[in-house]
């Protein structure tokens, strides 16, 4: 079974400091894909950045940046000079390569304080 | 384009009612997926389909049922609601592929949160 787990429920940085999110993984699949979601109040989802598992090099996405660590099956987010906009629920996602079905962690709430 | 609607934005059943919760994408997606959200959780997949006329089962089908007649649409319909069912439910969709360079990923529809009393 896949599954993903965040074990930080709630989190805060002050702002303009760096912040590190945790994720970890299990699956059976040789291909994935690892993505962090951010959802505000409005509770849309947006994507903040994805990783392909077959590649090596760590994604970033201007502030925003991974630490994908294959063996160990892990996926941290960094958000480096983080801004009052950034607080929000943030959710670690393992998507399959055949469906694309994702499965969820169960979210940490980051709050960023002035 | 309008990308992924979702109708309506806030219903309240009763116990025992049925619905449908309507979702359409405008982009040619191929995949599209419904998932429940509840209170302080991540979301769960409950059914995704990979075309018209294919869906199949996810994590939390229990309670509900789908069907793709068209490319566009993909309503998820509730039978005989319960308690357990009030959530948010998103509609999403993606053309999943394995095309390196491209951003392929979920694109998510403003939700509908249901209330069953």
């Known amino acids: 079974a896949q599954t993903v787990t965040q074990s930080q429920p709630e989190m805060s940085v002050q702002e303009a400091e760096t912040v590190t999110l945790s994720c970890t993984y299990d699956?059976?699949?040789?291909?994935?894909?690892l993505f962090w979601y951010k959802q505000p109040p409005s509770r849309q989802m947006i994507l903040v950045i994805r990783q392909e598992a077959y590649k090596q090099q760590n994604a970033t996405e201007n502030r925003f940046s991974v630490n994908f660590q294959k063996a160990a099956k892990s996926f941290s987010l960094k958000i480096s000079d983080s801004q009052l906009g950034d607080t929000a629920m943030y959710f670690c996602a393992l998507g399959s390569s055949n469906t694309g079905k994702l499965i969820f962690g169960q979210g940490t709430t980051l709050q960023v304080k002035p | 384009n309008a990308g992924v609607t979702q109708t309506p934005k806030f219903r309240i059943l009763k116990i025992g009612q049925s619905m449908t919760l309507q979702c359409t994408q405008d982009?040619?997606?191929?995949?599209m997926y419904w998932y429940r959200q509840d209170p302080g959780m991540g979301l769960k997949l409950i059914y995704y389909?990979?075309?018209?006329?294919?869906?199949d089962k996810g994590e939390v089908p229990n309670g509900y049922n789908v069907s793709r007649s068209t490319t566009e649409d993909f309503p998820l319909r509730l039978e005989l609601a319960a308690p357990s069912q009030t959530s948010v439910y998103f509609c999403?969709?993606?053309?999943?592929?394995?095309?390196?360079?491209?951003?392929?990923?979920?694109?998510f529809g403003p939700g509908t949160r249901l209330l069953v009393l």
């Open positions: 999403a969709s993606t053309t999943w592929g394995l095309f390196e360079g491209t951003q392929e990923t979920q694109y």
């Open positions: 389909s990979v075309g018209a006329g294919i869906t």
């Open positions: 699956t059976s699949e040789n291909n994935y894909y």
């Open positions: 982009m040619n997606h191929n995949y």
